[in-house]
């Protein structure tokens, strides 16, 4: 495992533990996806985004180095953290000429916009992901997750109800 420090600052901290979210499962992701390079890093922000699937809920944790610039990097500071209910289930397609400013990290080659089928509530729609042309893993952005899924995930919990 790599030995770097993970930083929670006071304000990302409080907004977990009002979503119910672990600052230690959190940190967790990210020794994972530093360890395992499983991760997309932003070429122009310097961010990293990677991600955990779990059985109810995907799990989304925006990192940057803690110090910009030092080399090498021994310290990550969580900036934002979101997610999900609706499962991944199948890459629909990718549209090739659609390069993102996100990298993979494991096949050093840029995003591509794709879509993604996503299931919840036995009721299946597609959504916009960044995705990586070879290995084909996918990430859902912030905003999307944040408004029509979220939204979507409210309509049918209510309508399930």
């Known amino acids: 495992m790599v030995m770097i420090d993970v930083v929670v600052p006071k304000e990302v901290e409080d907004a977990?533990?009002?979503?119910?979210?672990?600052?230690?499962?959190?940190?967790?992701?990210?020794?994972?996806?530093?360890?395992?390079?499983?991760?997309?890093?932003?070429?122009?922000?310097?961010?990293?985004?990677?991600?955990?699937?779990?059985?109810?809920?995907?799990?989304?944790?925006?990192y940057a180095p803690a110090a910009p610039g030092a080399q090498p990097v021994t310290a990550y500071?969580?900036?934002?953290?979101?997610?999900?209910?609706?499962?991944?289930?199948?890459?629909?397609y990718t549209m090739p000429e659609e390069v993102k400013d996100w990298w993979c990290v494991k096949d050093n080659c840029p995003t591509v916009r794709g879509q993604y089928d996503l299931e919840y509530m036995n009721v299946t729609r597609m959504a916009p992901t960044l995705t990586c042309p070879k290995c084909q893993d996918s990430y859902i952005e912030e905003d999307i997750a944040a408004k029509p899924v979220a939204v979507a995930e409210m309509l049918f919990e209510k309508k399930r109800a």
């Open 16 to 62: 977990l533990a009002q979503k119910g979210i672990s600052a230690d499962m959190c940190k967790k992701l990210v020794y994972d996806a530093e360890d395992k390079k499983t991760k997309l890093v932003n070429k122009v922000t310097g961010e990293n985004l990677t991600k955990k699937i779990m059985d109810n809920l995907t799990l989304y944790v925006i």
């Open 77 to 92: 500071a969580i900036k934002k953290v979101y997610s999900h209910k609706m499962r991944m289930k199948n890459l629909v």
